[in-house]
């Protein structure tokens, strides 16, 4: 948000994205849409008149600071002098989520959990709710999208309703935040920041304009009494949360609940986390009692036990601090039209391109004219570099049908020369595939030490080509005798 000169004046909004201008646009110059324009209100925190210079103390952002924490606002203090302790976490109650936040819940943090409808984010809330009121604390859960009974109805699968769990259905912000003042809550819990609007505001629910404003006063109330907030958050189509950029901005973390295309397993994950890492990852399961933590995601990324077809292999990715194995599974087939299809889910397709390119080049295999298909289990998207290696011998393992060695994992980036690149916490990650029944581990011979004392029979590998040479099995033959499988 940039201030303007003349703060009274009125600007505009686009719906879609939340960029703001000065006058009224046909077309967002910034994502591109049409009749997105929307008007916003004129900024009530100016309304002093023309006391908009830049000399006049703002009321932005010291409306929110805790007040006498660091001496008088607007004076910088020595960061050396800023107390501690005000980093401290609670837990939740739930390890997974912890383990996503960063360790806990940071008081007075603003957090926003988005994820598709049906996905589960009311669930996850309302056992959050619960868990932490049966620790003692008291916790404000504000519905504006479904009726005490209905709540009441969730709850009593998820078990004992504790008495400091207090549950306020209202769309009316003013409304939620005098309840909040009056009960001041240990946390609040507010589903969804799209139903929640100010009557003083123009536009409905879920504008742009509520959207920001509402989150905006709920960023001042957290940061104000230390409470910490959750914010459930509606996706788009594209998969971002609902209104105005900038709520993604104001928040503290941004939590994705995924995986509904993905039997009953789910995802947690952070966008944004300013307490924490982004790269951690909680694991669910949807039951009829709620959703279950599940304490070995590995085996729910594994589809059952041994499986030696041609194209699937498994790969041990690492996700934040914890290792996960994980089975890709690829189909070469021959292509049938002028341009070969690639096409891959939870695994990027630039890569898998760079991969294919360097099968064709430095392996010798024709993949020019098939299709390649790579599919990654559980609705998992694989990021991490150490993963190429086994999606390349899987696409292999498909195009020559050659199973790839039974209870075998393969680990190591590929460079565009096809050498193996180290991959970080390689000891980890064999110990996680030891654990699960894996007997032989496929990794850069450069990292031979690391994987000393894992338990697994080790192939140090220097090459793609040398790990098709030991994990398939099977020398694989020069580019002109490899036409087709067949
Ligand atoms: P919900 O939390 O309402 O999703 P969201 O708030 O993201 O829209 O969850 C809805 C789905 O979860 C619904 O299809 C029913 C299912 N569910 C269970 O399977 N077990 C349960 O214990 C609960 C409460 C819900
Ligand atoms: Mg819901």
Redesign the pocket.
């Known amino acids: 948000m940039t201030r303007t000169q003349k703060p009274a004046r009125t600007r505009f909004f686009c719906t879609a994205c939340g960029n703001e201008q000065p006058r009224w646009f046909g077309h967002c110059p910034a994502c591109g849409g049409w009749n997105t324009a929307s008007e916003a209100p004129p900024e009530r925190a100016t309304k002093g008149g023309k006391g908009g210079s830049s000399a006049a103390p703002r009321p932005g952002p010291a409306r929110w600071v805790p007040a006498g924490q660091a001496g008088r606002a607007g004076e910088p203090v020595p960061l050396a002098s800023v107390e501690l302790a005000h980093a401290a976490r609670e837990r939740t109650g739930m390890r997974e989520f912890d383990r996503v936040l960063g360790g806990g819940i940071v008081p007075g943090s603003l957090l926003l959990v988005g994820?598709d409808?049906?996905?589960?984010?009311?669930?996850?809330l309302l056992q959050l709710a619960l868990g932490l009121a049966r620790e003692g604390r008291s916790v404000l859960y504000v519905s504006g999208e479904e009726s005490e009974h209905q709540i009441r109805l969730?709850a009593r699968?998820?078990g004992e309703v504790p008495p400091s769990l207090l549950l306020l259905c209202e769309t009316d912000l003013e409304t939620v935040l005098e309840a909040a003042a009056r009960t001041a809550p240990g946390a609040l819990i507010v589903d969804s920041i799209q139903t929640m609007s100010r009557s003083d505001l123009e536009g409905g629910p879920g504008s742009v304009t509520q959207v920001r404003e509402c989150a905006l006063a709920l960023l001042h109330y957290a940061k104000g009494s230390r409470t910490p907030v959750f914010l459930?958050g509606h996706v788009t189509k594209e998969g971002g949360v609902a209104g105005p950029r900038v709520l993604e901005h104001m928040v503290d973390a941004v939590l994705y609940l995924e995986g509904e295309r993905y039997q009953h397993y789910r995802v947690l994950r952070a966008a944004k986390n300013r307490f924490g890492s982004t790269n951690e990852l909680g694991v669910f399961e949807?039951?009829?009692?709620?959703l279950r933590e599940v304490a070995n995601p590995s085996e729910a990324f594994l589809s059952d036990g041994n499986r030696t077809e041609p194209g699937v292999a498994v790969v041990a990715s690492l996700e934040g601090s914890r290792p996960l194995l994980v089975e890709v599974q690829a189909l070469v087939s021959t292509s049938f039209y002028g341009t070969p299809q690639r096409v891959t889910s939870g695994f990027d397709p630039r890569r898998l391109a760079v991969l294919i390119a360097v099968l064709e080049r430095r392996v010798g295999l024709r993949l020019g004219r098939h299709d390649v298909f790579v599919t990654v289990t559980g609705g998992l998207t694989l990021d991490d570099p150490g993963t190429d290696l086994g999606v390349a011998l899987a696409i292999a393992s498909s195009f020559r049908s050659r199973p790839l060695l039974e209870r075998s994992v393969a680990l190591g980036e590929v460079s565009l020369s096809g050498e193996l690149r180290r991959v970080s916490r390689l000891d980890a990650r064999l110990r996680e595939a030891a654990q699960l029944g894996f007997v032989r581990a496929g990794f850069p011979r450069a990292q031979l030490q690391d994987a000393e004392g894992c338990g697994l029979e080790a192939v140090p590998l220097t090459t793609v080509r040398e790990a098709f040479d030991l994990l398939l099995g099977e020398r694989v033959a020069a580019p002109r005798a490899a036409e087709d499988p067949a």
């Open positions: 994820g409808p049906g996905i589960g984010k009311s669930t996850l969730r699968r998820l459930v949807m039951l009829e009692t709620g």
